[in-house]
């Protein structure tokens, strides 16, 4: 793959959407929130005092223009590469299979075949039923609303990457009703899927029948989002 036009795609997908964004500053501030930077290490990098970052992203200041726009995406994948490009790399995935970051986290394959109780205890998942498989080879994770809302089944099928024999983890959920219905019109189903955010005690009652009748395992976790890929990228 080609690390110098997964930097230039997404730089390219950065800088559009804040310059065609209605609340520029708010669009920034998601970006660099999103790649874990401070506001400090942003007008470090763009040698300006960090309240020129915070008005930027305030509002206080007017709409940035486009050299602005320019440079503050060139610095936050500037630094994400100097801290080995893991953003860069996420956002490159999900790009490259043809999905807004809005809908899909992260979509990634594992150096190796991975056993799903393995896969469990790193997220601190609890396991509300058992499958008809044992591994994943990778995981997508996905906003369940977005999701469920905007893709076609075919679009749903994509979100497999290279192989079904994954996990899905689904964000935003409330029950888990949503996924485990739309689980039914999804052919093949995936190995594994979470919900995630929702304690296991709170999710849907035939949530667990319904995985048992598809073969899929099923658990649910509480760990934070981004706790959780940076475990499973140390990992796996």
Same mark, same amino acid.
């Given at each position: 793959?080609?690390?110098?036009?997964?930097?230039?795609?997404?730089? @390219?997908?950065?800088?559009?959407?804040?310059?065609?964004? %209605?609340?520029?500053?708010? !669009?920034?501030? @998601? &970006?660099?929130?999103?790649?874990?930077? #401070?506001?400090?290490?942003?007008?470090? /990098?763009?040698?300006?005092?960090?309240?020129?970052?915070?008005?930027?992203?305030?509002?206080?200041?007017?709409?940035?223009?486009?050299?602005?726009?320019?440079? !503050?995406?060139?610095?936050?994948?500037?630094?994400?590469?100097?801290?080995?490009?893991?953003?860069?790399?996420?956002? =490159?995935?999900?790009?490259? #299979?043809?999905? %807004?970051?809005?809908?899909?986290?992260?979509?990634?394959?594992?150096?190796?075949?991975?056993?799903?109780?393995?896969?469990?205890?790193?997220?601190?998942?609890? @396991?509300?039923?058992?499958?008809?498989?044992?591994?994943?080879?990778?995981?997508?994770?996905?906003?369940?609303?977005? =999701?469920? !809302?905007?893709?076609?089944?075919? /679009?749903?099928?994509?979100?497999?990457?290279?192989?079904?024999?994954?996990?899905?983890?689904? !964000?935003? $959920?409330?029950?888990?009703?949503?996924?485990?219905?739309?689980?039914?019109?999804?052919?093949?189903?995936?190995?594994?899927? $979470?919900?995630?955010?929702?304690?296991?005690?709170? $999710? &849907?009652?035939?949530? #667990? %029948?319904?995985?048992?009748?598809?073969?899929? #395992?099923?658990?649910?976790?509480?760990? %934070?989002?981004? =706790?959780?890929?940076?475990?499973?990228?140390?990992?796996?």
């Amino acid at each position: 793959m080609d690390r110098g036009s997964d930097r230039d795609r997404l730089a @390219k997908q950065i800088a559009g959407e804040i310059a065609t964004s %209605d609340r520029p500053g708010e !669009t920034i501030r @998601k &970006w660099r929130t999103d790649f874990e930077i #401070a506001q400090s290490e942003l007008a470090a /990098e763009l040698e300006v005092s960090p309240s020129v970052v915070s008005d930027y992203e305030s509002g206080r200041r007017d709409n940035p223009g486009i050299a602005v726009v320019n440079r !503050t995406v060139s610095a936050l994948l500037a630094i994400d590469q100097r801290r080995g490009g893991r953003h860069i790399r996420q956002h =490159a995935r999900v790009i490259s #299979a043809g999905f %807004d970051n809005n809908i899909v986290s992260d979509l990634r394959e594992f150096a190796a075949t991975v056993p799903i109780d393995r896969y469990f205890e790193v997220i601190e998942a609890t @396991k509300l039923a058992p499958g008809s498989q044992e591994t994943v080879v990778g995981h997508t994770v996905i906003d369940s609303i977005e =999701a469920i !809302t905007r893709l076609s089944s075919e /679009e749903f099928y994509r979100l497999y990457g290279q192989s079904s024999n994954r996990a899905l983890v689904f !964000t935003n $959920v409330t029950r888990g009703e949503s996924p485990l219905v739309a689980m039914r019109v999804v052919n093949p189903t995936p190995n594994a899927v $979470v919900l995630h955010g929702i304690e296991s005690e709170d $999710v &849907w009652a035939r949530a #667990a %029948d319904l995985a048992r009748v598809d073969g899929f #395992a099923l658990a649910a976790t509480t760990l %934070d989002l981004d =706790a959780m890929l940076d475990r499973l990228a140390e990992q796996f």
